[in-house]
């Protein structure tokens, strides 16, 4: 009796690079696509529907992203284990994509042996990382599991990220993404951030940070 074929779920709104996905893994014995999706609602209705082992999902689409679609798709129930492949290497995308609940992340630019490679270790119950991105995440968490936020105490260290992330000059939707929290979990959270620093405005509050010595993240290298 012969082994059922892993089942995938592209997730790509670029309808030529899924032509190259199919392609491939029409290619590739032991698996087969059972759906195509061109954007994160699209994935999140296929992925309960056609009930994929894998879904080899874009990070940046339109609408709902790929970030949020993982979210939405292992919240509910999906035995499935996501496979983030995007071209942006940001980290904080490949870092709220894993807090998403994806089981690994590789760039597009990888090539067909390391992208079928990729879906052997996922189906197999295995994580994998691109090597460059599984590098940084190092240096990130062990620079900042040394960094304390002594500037502002009374504050939680989820305010503490949020006032990080206002005074680098990012919007409550840019945080939310960050951080993978909803538009209002960040607004109520800047609401407390204004109360604790005794200030009124968005402004003030940044202006209280810089002043702190608080600003844009450095740079990964």
């Known amino acids: 009796m012969s ?27 032991g ?14 209705e296929l992925a309960a529907t056609t009930r994929p082992d894998i879904v080899l999902m874009d990070l940046r689409m339109p609408g ?14 999906s035995a499935a284990a996501v496979l983030a492949l995007t071209m942006s290497d940001d980290d904080g995308l490949v870092f709220a994509a894993l807090r998403a609940g994806a089981r690994g992340y590789i760039l597009k630019g990888a090539t067909g042996h390391d992208i079928v490679e990729s879906l052997r270790i996922v189906a197999s119950g295995r994580a994998i990382l691109d090597a460059p991105i599984a590098a940084r995440m190092d240096r990130y968490f062990a620079r900042h599991q040394s960094a304390p936020h002594p500037a502002f105490p ?20 840019e945080i939310a993404a960050r951080l993978v929290l909803s538009e209002k979990t960040v607004r109520n959270n800047v609401s407390t951030v204004f109360t604790k620093l005794g200030v009124a405005t968005r402004a003030a509050a940044v202006a209280h940070a810089r002043d702190a010595g608080l600003g844009a993240p450095p740079p990964m290298t």
């Open 64 to 77: 709902i992203d790929g970030v949020e679609a993982t979210r939405r798709i292992l919240h509910d129930g």
């Open 154 to 173: 009374h504050l939680s260290a989820r305010e503490q990220d949020i006032l990080t992330l206002m005074s680098a000059g990012l919007s409550n939707a």
């Open 31 to 44: 698996f087969e696509v059972v759906g195509e999706a061109a954007s994160g609602a699209e994935a999140i």
């Open 3 to 29: 082994t059922p074929s892993v089942r995938v779920l592209l997730a790509d709104d670029h309808p030529l690079f899924r032509d190259g996905l199919r392609g491939l893994i029409a290619d590739t014995d």
